[in-house]
T-cell receptor, first 120, second 111 residues
Framework: NAGVTQTPKFQVLKTGQSMTLQCAQD?????MSWYRQDPGMGLRLIHY???????DQGEVPNGYNVSRSTTEDFPLRLLSAAPSQTSVYFC???????????????????FGDGTRLSIL | DAKTTQPPSMDCAEGRAANLPCNHS???????VYWYRQIHSQGPQYIIH???NNETNEMASLIITEDRKSSTLILPHATLRDTAVYYC????????????FGKGTTLSVSS
């Protein structure tokens, strides 16, 4: 059971290049999310998915695309990299959950180790 | 809008209890309080969460006030490895999937 696996761990791009950050989880979690973390700040939500075929925008979606064709994988695509996208990117997953509280909210998110992306 | 307020930093002596406060005065009745920590630049690590009742697990205890407007994370016997940034998060909106992170509290444990 590997949990949440992110690849690559480090990447350097030139402005205008495209790339895909990979995220895979082996826990059969319904929910998956992408966050970015800039120096000295907390994480900010980019995109999220509540299941295969369903995605939606988070707090800072511009410049990023996602798709969810399987339960296990949730790749994040940078179409035309910009220096402002230099950041550490974290992928997370969680079960849908049930019970009290807001639907889906009573299950903790499990995070990957991150991808450190530099855009020159 | 992080919906939580935490002190920017705290110090704790090794072996003593670390009590980290969090204010979430605008919390809704169906929103959980979550605590995560981040050591160096690793991925955030889940610690504990609760809705109304106090909770305890192998890592920590969570004390939620009766009006749910504030909570305290307690690390009963802090060690040097507990030095990290601790985030108090009210899980909000977007189908309950999103974690809205603030700047957290930097806990420094010293010997």
């Amino acid at each position: 059971n590997a949990g949440v696996t992110q690849t690559p761990k480090f990447q350097v791009l030139k402005t205008g290049q495209s790339m895909t950050l990979q995220c895979a989880q082996d826990m059969n979690h319904e929910y998956m999310s992408w966050y970015r973390q800039d120096p000295g700040m907390g994480l900010r939500l980019i995109h999220y998915s509540v299941g295969a075929g369903i995605t939606d925008q988070g707090e800072v979606p511009n410049g990023y695309n996602v798709s969810r064709s399987t339960t296990e994988d949730f790749p994040l695509r940078l179409l035309s990299a910009a220096p402002s996208q230099t950041s550490v990117y974290f992928c997370a997953s969680s079960k849908r959950g049930s019970g009290e509280g807001m639907p889906g909210s009573n299950q903790p998110q499990h995070f990957g180790d991150g991808t450190r992306l530099s855009i020159l | 809008d992080a919906k939580t307020t935490q002190p920017p930093s705290m110090d704790c002596a090794e072996g003593r209890a670390a009590n980290l406060p969090c204010n979430h005065s605008t919390i809704s009745g169906n929103e959980y309080v979550y605590w995560y920590r981040q050591i160096h630049s690793q991925g955030p690590q889940y610690i504990i969460h609760g809705l109304k009742n106090n909770e305890t697990n192998e890592m920590a205890s969570l004390i939620i006030t009766e009006d749910r407007k504030s909570s305290t994370l307690i690390l009963p016997h802090a060690t040097l490895r507990d030095t990290a940034v601790y985030y108090c998060i009210v899980r909000v909106g977007q189908a309950g999937t999103a974690l809205i992170f603030g700047k957290g509290t930097t806990l420094s444990v010293s010997s």
